[in-house]
């Protein structure tokens, strides 16, 4: 079976995106943290790897795009071009969630990227 997408691996085009050495194409989301400027301010947007394990911790199905737009689920496509690649800084004070920072900077040991959900 196939392992799940590294996080540094995963977030390697949002990083390039930060420095500016990467640019947004229709059809083609990436995982990582942005925003969606809307008249009435702006929305924060996680794009990330869903992936389902088996026990030996391998895919058990193939990794699938989420987007959480405020903590709720959107199709990263339909949006995707409408974002802009902010930093976790910018992500959390969106969110308002502190802990953030320091979860996506322990990833390099988590198994998948999966967002933090929020409860509704």
Do not use: C, N
Not at 85 to 97: G, P, Q, V, Y
Request: charged letters at 30%; zero cysteines; aromatic letters at 8%.
């Amino acid at each position: 079976m196939r392992k799940p997408t590294p996080p540094d691996v995963a977030l390697a085009w949002w990083r390039d995106a930060l420095a500016g050495r990467a640019a947004i194409h229709e059809g083609d989301p990436h995982p990582g943290f942005y925003e969606m400027k809307m008249k009435a301010g702006r929305l924060p947007v996680e794009i990330a790897w869903d992936a389902e394990l088996d026990e030996f911790g391998d895919l058990a199905e193939p990794e699938k795009l989420v987007a959480f737009v405020r903590g709720r689920p959107a199709d990263p496509a339909r949006i995707w071009t409408r974002l802009r690649a902010i930093s976790l800084e910018e992500f959390e004070a969106l969110t308002d969630r502190p802990q953030l920072l320091r979860e996506v900077q322990t990833l390099s040991t988590a198994p998948a990227i999966r967002p933090p959900r929020r409860d509704a």
